[in-house]
């Protein structure tokens, strides 16, 4: 929050699914607008750690949150994971809180293994989910470090991409099983 106030760059952060914000401006509108949450301002967000911050969200031109990137790793990637969301969003959330990580417990609950998983990405925060997966999709439209990632690159979110992930690989090949074997997959 320091780090923020001293750069002059916004900061909101999410407790208890209620998205705090220090002042309504531009960025914090169109972000609300555009993920259909609604938000509360607090003057003072240092208040609101003492209880606990499930997420922060820097918001600023993606040349200025590499750098902070840079910065906030190097002081606290122990700590925290540290990823952009999107090219003008920065999210600093708790070391385990990835969607790799959610992926591998969800695998262990359910008793699957994470060879048998396909993981679909499009942004930095999906780098730790195409990595857990047995077999990482990168979308189209996906950044480049998704791309560089992934094992197989699909069509865009526009041209059905996940549409063709699931027709390429797992309806057609339960269609070669059932054709050698006279019958349905299970």
């Not at 914000?21 to 609101?48: G, H, R």
């Amino acid at each position: 929050m320091e780090i923020a106030l001293e750069k002059k760059i916004h900061l909101q952060v999410y407790q208890d699914d209620i998205l705090f914000s220090a002042e309504e401006n531009e960025k914090l509108i169109a972000y609300s607008q555009a993920v259909k949450v609604p938000y509360t301002i607090e003057p003072d967000l240092k208040k609101l750690a003492s209880k606990g911050i499930t997420k922060l969200l820097f918001i600023e031109d993606p040349d200025v949150l590499d750098q902070l990137q840079q910065e906030l790793q190097t002081l606290y990637s122990k700590y925290a994971h540290i990823a952009k969301s999107k090219k003008n969003y920065l999210e600093v959330t708790h070391p385990e809180a990835n969607k790799g990580s959610a992926l591998l417990h969800l695998a262990k609950q359910l008793d699957i293994d994470p060879s048998e998983i396909i993981g679909i990405g499009d942004n930095y925060n999906d780098l730790e989910l195409i990595d857990a997966a047995g077999l990482g999709i990168a979308m189209g439209n996906a950044v480049k470090e998704v791309k560089e990632k992934a094992d197989y690159t699909t069509f865009t979110n526009n041209e059905e991409g996940v549409l063709h992930v699931l027709e390429r690989f797992i309806l057609e090949p339960a269609r070669v099983k059932r054709d050698k074997e006279g019958k349905m997959p299970v």
